[in-house]
Each structure stands twice: as structure tokens, then as C-alpha cells.
Nanobody, 116 residues
Framework: QVQLVESGGGLVQPGGSLRLSCAAS????????MRWYRQAPEKERELVAA????????NYAESVRGRFTISRDNAKKMLYLQMNSLKPEDSAVYYC?????????WGQGTQVTVSS
């Protein structure tokens, strides 16, 4: 079955960096576009970044463009999110996502807290 496992979250000071990872299994990773979402307390889950199956096309939310970079390693079945110049408003649980037809698949999430 599809399994997505995020890691790499933690506590970081404003202006700092983190690299999130998502290990995928149970499906042909290279055949699927992938996304990172985030959800802060009492807010809706929002799309942060997306990447095409071969990695040649990426898209970002306006709030993170220029600071975050999504990437993937299809040989390792890994998805990444490099987050630089972090701000307190980036604090949230970050989720790895893919989908097949009407079905969305999610990991358990990894907590990112940006605070001094």
C-alpha cells in the first residue's frame, strides 16, 4: 500500500533553514507528481509546493517562493523540501502528498516550529 513518511522537522530560529524529507513506498514513485502541504493550528491545510514526476516542473505558493525548493530523487523514492529564511509564519505540520484519481495519500506529517 502507499506509504509516505516525512522527517526533518524541528525547532529553528527565524532566518534559519531546514530540509524536510519524505520517503515513499508502495507505488511507482517516478510515475506520480508530488506535493508538500502544511497546516498551522486552526488553519486550513495549504499547498506549499509541487513537483512533476520527472522533476522538471515545480510550483510554489506565493508565500514561500524564493525561499523554499522542492526536489525529488526518483532512484531513492525520496521527496525533499529545502526551506531557507524561515519565518514564524512558516510554523506548521508539513505533509507529503500524492494522489491517484479521487484518492489522496498523506504521510503522518512533521512539525516545523520557527521561533526565537
Amino acid at each position: 500500500q502507499v506509504q509516505l513518511v516525512e522527517s526533518g522537522g524541528g525547532l529553528v530560529q527565524p532566518g534559519g533553514s531546514l530540509r524536510l524529507s519524505c520517503a515513499a513506498s508502495g507505488f511507482t514513485f517516478s510515475s506520480y507528481d508530488m506535493r508538500w502541504y502544511r497546516q498551522a493550528p486552526e488553519k486550513e491545510r495549504e499547498l506549499v509546493a509541487a513537483i512533476s514526476r520527472a522533476g522538471g516542473s515545480t510550483n510554489y505558493a506565493e508565500s514561500v517562493r524564493g525561499r523554499f525548493t522542492i526536489s525529488r530523487d526518483n532512484a531513492k523514492k525520496m521527496l525533499y523540501l529545502q526551506m531557507n529564511s524561515l519565518k514564524p509564519e512558516d510554523s506548521a505540520v508539513y505533509y507529503c502528498n500524492t494522489w491517484s484519481g479521487p484518492t489522496n495519500y498523506w504521510g503522518q506529517g512533521t512539525q516545523v516550529t520557527v521561533s526565537s
